[in-house]
Protein backbone atom coordinates (compact mmCIF):
# COMPACT_ATOMS: atom_id res chain seq x y z
CA UNK A 1 0.00 0.00 0.00
CA UNK A 2 1.22 3.36 -1.08
CA UNK A 3 1.40 6.57 0.97
CA UNK A 4 -1.19 8.23 -0.44
CA UNK A 5 -3.60 4.87 0.87
CA UNK A 6 -1.96 5.38 4.12
CA UNK A 7 -2.97 8.28 4.78
CA UNK A 8 -6.48 7.42 3.91
CA UNK A 9 -6.49 4.56 6.01
CA UNK A 10 -5.64 6.78 9.03
CA UNK A 11 -8.15 9.93 7.65
CA UNK A 12 -11.36 7.05 7.81
CA UNK A 13 -9.93 5.91 10.96
CA UNK A 14 -10.17 8.93 12.23
CA UNK A 15 -13.58 9.83 10.54
CA UNK A 16 -15.30 6.65 11.44
CA UNK A 17 -14.95 7.79 15.70
CA UNK A 18 -15.60 11.21 14.97
CA UNK A 19 -18.29 10.96 13.03
CA UNK A 20 -19.57 7.62 15.71
CA UNK A 21 -18.84 10.19 18.84
CA UNK A 22 -19.68 13.64 17.41
CA UNK A 23 -23.28 11.98 15.86
CA UNK A 24 -24.25 10.70 19.34
CA UNK A 25 -23.21 14.56 20.89
CA UNK A 26 -25.72 15.81 18.72
CA UNK A 27 -28.71 13.26 19.06
CA UNK A 28 -27.80 13.04 22.95
CA UNK A 29 -28.35 17.01 23.88
CA UNK A 30 -30.61 17.41 20.82
CA UNK A 31 -33.75 15.02 22.04
CA UNK A 32 -35.91 15.42 24.96
CA UNK A 33 -35.19 12.13 25.93
CA UNK A 34 -31.93 12.68 28.79
CA UNK A 35 -33.77 15.74 30.17
CA UNK A 36 -37.01 14.49 30.71
CA UNK A 37 -35.62 11.29 32.76
CA UNK A 38 -33.02 14.01 34.31
CA UNK A 39 -35.81 16.63 35.42
CA UNK A 40 -38.42 14.00 36.04
CA UNK A 41 -36.50 11.67 38.02
CA UNK A 42 -35.12 14.79 39.93
CA UNK A 43 -38.48 16.17 40.31
CA UNK A 44 -37.06 19.94 39.20
CA UNK A 45 -40.68 21.08 39.54
CA UNK A 46 -40.97 20.75 43.20
CA UNK A 47 -37.96 22.57 43.47
CA UNK A 48 -38.45 25.20 41.23
CA UNK A 49 -42.04 26.64 41.02
CA UNK A 50 -42.39 26.59 37.12
CA UNK A 51 -45.32 26.89 34.90
CA UNK A 52 -44.89 23.38 33.27
CA UNK A 53 -44.36 19.90 34.83
CA UNK A 54 -41.02 18.07 34.16
CA UNK A 55 -41.08 16.45 31.02
CA UNK A 56 -42.40 19.51 29.40
CA UNK A 57 -39.01 21.30 31.26
CA UNK A 58 -37.42 18.70 29.41
CA UNK A 59 -38.82 19.14 25.67
CA UNK A 60 -38.29 22.61 26.46
CA UNK A 61 -34.41 22.27 26.77
CA UNK A 62 -34.65 19.53 23.73
CA UNK A 63 -36.46 22.75 21.78
CA UNK A 64 -33.61 24.93 22.86
CA UNK A 65 -30.73 22.94 21.86
CA UNK A 66 -32.87 22.40 18.81
CA UNK A 67 -32.95 25.95 17.76
CA UNK A 68 -36.70 25.84 17.52
CA UNK A 69 -36.57 28.20 21.04
CA UNK A 70 -34.58 31.07 20.27
CA UNK A 71 -34.18 32.04 23.55
CA UNK A 72 -33.57 30.24 27.18
CA UNK A 73 -37.15 32.30 28.94
CA UNK A 74 -39.41 30.54 31.07
CA UNK A 75 -41.02 32.72 33.84
CA UNK A 76 -42.68 31.16 37.06
CA UNK A 77 -45.14 32.24 39.68
CA UNK A 78 -43.87 34.31 43.17
CA UNK A 79 -45.77 36.54 45.24
CA UNK A 80 -48.58 36.55 42.87
CA UNK A 81 -46.76 37.80 39.63
CA UNK A 82 -44.27 36.11 36.90
CA UNK A 83 -40.83 36.51 37.56
CA UNK A 84 -37.76 35.33 34.85
CA UNK A 85 -36.43 31.99 35.82
CA UNK A 86 -33.24 32.17 33.96
CA UNK A 87 -30.98 35.03 34.33
CA UNK A 88 -29.00 36.65 31.84
CA UNK A 89 -25.78 34.86 32.61
CA UNK A 90 -27.24 31.85 32.63
CA UNK A 91 -28.96 32.63 28.83
CA UNK A 92 -25.53 33.19 27.86
CA UNK A 93 -24.22 29.88 29.23
CA UNK A 94 -26.77 28.08 27.25
CA UNK A 95 -26.21 29.81 24.31
CA UNK A 96 -22.34 28.86 24.04
CA UNK A 97 -23.42 25.40 24.74
CA UNK A 98 -26.05 25.67 21.96
CA UNK A 99 -23.18 26.88 19.54
CA UNK A 100 -20.55 24.85 20.70
CA UNK A 101 -23.20 22.12 20.04
CA UNK A 102 -23.93 23.36 16.59
CA UNK A 103 -20.21 23.80 15.39
CA UNK A 104 -19.84 20.35 16.38
CA UNK A 105 -22.67 19.15 13.57
CA UNK A 106 -20.03 21.34 11.61
CA UNK A 107 -17.29 19.25 12.17
CA UNK A 108 -19.26 16.29 11.70
CA UNK A 109 -21.20 16.87 8.48
CA UNK A 110 -17.34 17.04 7.20
CA UNK A 111 -15.61 14.61 8.97
CA UNK A 112 -18.95 12.04 7.32
CA UNK A 113 -18.00 14.13 3.64
CA UNK A 114 -14.68 12.76 3.69
CA UNK A 115 -15.27 9.58 4.75
CA UNK A 116 -17.51 9.08 2.21
CA UNK A 117 -14.74 10.41 -0.07
CA UNK A 118 -12.38 7.85 0.82
CA UNK A 119 -14.94 4.97 0.98
CA UNK A 120 -15.26 5.85 -2.57
CA UNK A 121 -11.57 6.04 -3.34
CA UNK A 122 -11.55 2.37 -1.71
CA UNK A 123 -14.08 0.75 -3.26
CA UNK A 124 -13.27 2.05 -6.79
CA UNK A 125 -9.44 1.09 -6.49
CA UNK A 126 -11.49 -2.28 -4.99
CA UNK A 127 -9.41 -2.38 -2.31
CA UNK A 128 -12.27 -3.49 -0.20
CA UNK A 129 -9.78 -5.33 2.29
CA UNK A 130 -7.78 -3.00 2.66
CA UNK A 131 -10.95 -0.64 3.71
CA UNK A 132 -12.10 -3.29 6.46
CA UNK A 133 -8.37 -2.67 7.83
CA UNK A 134 -9.26 1.05 8.12
CA UNK A 135 -12.27 0.66 9.92
CA UNK A 136 -11.05 -1.57 12.41
CA UNK A 137 -7.69 0.93 12.77
CA UNK A 138 -11.03 3.09 13.52
CA UNK A 139 -12.97 0.85 16.11
CA UNK A 140 -9.53 1.22 17.65
CA UNK A 141 -9.24 4.82 17.71
CA UNK A 142 -12.81 5.05 18.97
CA UNK A 143 -12.13 3.19 22.27
CA UNK A 144 -9.00 4.67 22.95
CA UNK A 145 -11.31 8.60 23.04
CA UNK A 146 -13.87 6.74 25.38
CA UNK A 147 -11.14 5.58 27.34
CA UNK A 148 -9.55 8.75 27.36
CA UNK A 149 -12.81 10.65 27.95
CA UNK A 150 -14.03 8.73 30.57
CA UNK A 151 -10.28 8.92 32.85
CA UNK A 152 -10.16 12.12 32.18
CA UNK A 153 -13.76 12.85 33.43
CA UNK A 154 -13.43 11.53 36.76
CA UNK A 155 -10.14 13.94 37.19
CA UNK A 156 -11.45 16.58 38.63
CA UNK A 157 -9.55 19.44 37.40
CA UNK A 158 -9.85 17.84 34.28
CA UNK A 159 -14.14 18.00 34.56
CA UNK A 160 -13.96 21.47 35.50
CA UNK A 161 -11.92 22.48 32.61
CA UNK A 162 -14.84 20.87 30.50
CA UNK A 163 -17.40 23.02 32.47
CA UNK A 164 -16.12 26.03 31.89
CA UNK A 165 -15.28 25.38 28.18
CA UNK A 166 -19.47 24.70 27.89
CA UNK A 167 -20.37 27.41 30.73
CA UNK A 168 -17.65 29.94 30.32
CA UNK A 169 -19.35 32.72 33.03
CA UNK A 170 -19.61 31.52 36.59
CA UNK A 171 -23.08 30.94 37.82
CA UNK A 172 -24.44 33.34 40.70
CA UNK A 173 -25.67 31.82 43.86
CA UNK A 174 -29.57 32.08 43.46
CA UNK A 175 -29.11 30.64 39.46
CA UNK A 176 -31.43 27.98 39.00
CA UNK A 177 -29.89 26.43 35.96
CA UNK A 178 -26.98 24.67 38.60
CA UNK A 179 -30.13 22.81 40.22
CA UNK A 180 -31.12 21.47 37.05
CA UNK A 181 -27.91 20.64 34.72
CA UNK A 182 -26.04 19.23 38.16
CA UNK A 183 -22.92 16.33 37.96
CA UNK A 184 -25.22 13.89 38.22
CA UNK A 185 -26.28 15.05 34.77
CA UNK A 186 -23.57 15.60 32.56
CA UNK A 187 -21.84 12.19 34.06
CA UNK A 188 -25.48 10.46 32.63
CA UNK A 189 -24.68 12.35 29.41
CA UNK A 190 -21.05 10.76 29.15
CA UNK A 191 -22.43 7.28 29.68
CA UNK A 192 -25.45 8.41 27.04
CA UNK A 193 -23.00 9.53 24.94
CA UNK A 194 -21.06 6.29 24.54
CA UNK A 195 -23.94 4.16 24.68
CA UNK A 196 -25.16 5.90 21.55
CA UNK A 197 -22.17 6.28 19.67
CA UNK A 198 -21.04 2.53 20.19
CA UNK A 199 -24.71 1.97 18.09
CA UNK A 200 -23.88 4.43 15.68
CA UNK A 201 -20.50 2.29 15.51
CA UNK A 202 -22.35 -1.01 14.89
CA UNK A 203 -24.58 0.45 12.47
CA UNK A 204 -21.36 2.00 10.62
CA UNK A 205 -19.63 -1.40 10.86
CA UNK A 206 -22.99 -3.11 9.12
CA UNK A 207 -23.11 -0.42 6.37
CA UNK A 208 -18.86 -1.16 5.53
CA UNK A 209 -19.33 -4.67 5.93
CA UNK A 210 -21.78 -5.16 3.48
CA UNK A 211 -20.10 -2.80 1.06
CA UNK A 212 -16.33 -4.34 1.32
CA UNK A 213 -18.05 -8.19 1.21
CA UNK A 214 -16.10 -10.56 -0.66
CA UNK A 215 -18.19 -11.71 -3.68
CA UNK A 216 -18.50 -16.12 -3.42
CA UNK A 217 -19.04 -18.11 -5.98
CA UNK A 218 -21.77 -20.23 -5.31
CA UNK A 219 -23.66 -18.07 -2.38
Same mark, same amino acid.
Given at each position: $?G?????????????????A?L?????????? /??Y?????????S? *???L?M???????????? $???K? *??LE?????? /????D?????E?????N? &??L???S???L??????A?I?????L? *?K? *?????L????????????Q??L???????????FY??VI?????? @?? /??????L?? &?FA?????????? @??????I? @????W?????R?M??
Amino acid at each position: $MGIAYRILTIIVAVCISVVAILGACNIVFRMP /DLYVYEFTSQEISS *KIDLNMQDDELGHFFSDF $MRGKE *KELELSSEYR /DREQDVFGTIEQMNMENA &RKLLNHSLYILIGTLLAAVICYAIFLW *KKM *KYELRLAFKGGVGVFITMQVFLHITFNIDAVRAFYYNVIFPITFG @AD /DALPTMLTE &RFARLCVFANSAV @AFVILIIL @ASVTWRMTKPRRMFW
